[in-house]
Nanobody, 130 residues
Framework: QVQLVESGGGLVQAGGSLRLSCAASGRTYARYAMGWFRQAPGEGREFVAALSASGDTAKYSDSVKGRFTISMNIANNTVNLQMTSLKPEDTAVYYC???????????????????????WGQGTQVTVSS
């Protein structure tokens, strides 16, 4: 198992930006696809963005496409989520997740379902005021 710790959440005005980071320990990134999910009060956990284990392939939900960017720094074992043009509806607790993958799936496999991921961080709150 890989241990994940998120940071970078906070309060921002609509139109502003935030950068979330997820630090991993226990395993190297080379064998994990990484994802970001979010959960608003009273709602289920929803997919935001994910990156293949190689960092070559990314996937985004329609609600954040063009505004959020997921990236990976293998050297320091972090995955980041750069969020721009934030909206009040982006308010949620954001979770980092990791999914172990086989060697043959390092480049193209980008899971986008909660059920695919086996490791989760504790979450970081993002609040966007109008």
């Amino acid at each position: 198992q890989v241990q994940l710790v998120e940071s970078g959440g906070g309060l921002v005005q609509a139109g502003g930006s935030l950068r979330l980071s997820c630090a991993a320990s226990g395993r190297t990134y080379a064998r994990y696809a990484m994802g970001w999910f979010r959960q608003a009060p009273g709602e289920g956990r929803e997919f935001v963005a994910a990156l293949s284990a190689s960092g070559d392939t990314a996937k985004y939900s329609d609600s954040v496409k063009g505004r959020f960017t997921i990236s990976m720094n293998i050297a320091n074992n972090t995955v980041n989520l750069q969020m721009t043009s934030l909206k009040p509806e982006d308010t949620a607790v954001y979770y980092c997740a990791a999914k172990s993958v086989e060697f043959g799936a390092l480049v193209l496999y980008v899971p986008d379902s909660v059920s695919h991921y086996g490791s989760w961080g504790q979450g970081t709150q993002v609040t966007v005021s109008s």
